[in-house]
């Protein structure tokens, strides 16, 4: 009901906000696939899919987390949510779970590359973990954003 009277200004950053989220869930469940992918092989630096999980990283949710970054504070202060004391819950988990996420994204795109170039199962696997953090950690944010918890 919030989203049928909320005002015209904010249409087009909520879109920004919401493709770019769109477009970093895509890219961390690429990159979440393809390293599961890989950690199945032998040595999974070696393979293709750690390539590829680290090409998802790199272009899809990283300019992805960029993008919903930038939608997120347009529509926050176009719809006036910078007024508003307290704010409301589900601002506040996109928060918790946007920023931790990026810190957590550049730790796992690091490792990715790292995995990738010295060809190491290892910093394979964490990378693997981490993008599963970040996973569950957005699909929370997802449902606060579409069911509006008090």
Known sequence: MLAA????NVNFPLLVHVLGATVLVGGLMTAFIAQLFAWRREEPG????TRLSFWALLLAALPGWIVMRVGAEWVYSRAGWDQVDPEPDWIGIGYVTAEPGALLLLISLVLAGLAMRRRSGTLARIATVLTTVMLVAYVIAVWAMTAKPT
Not at 46 to 49: G, K, L, N, R, V
Request: hydrophobic share 50%; net charge neutral.
């Open 5 to 8: 009277i909320r005002p015209d």
């Open 46 to 49: 070696a393979t293709a899919f």
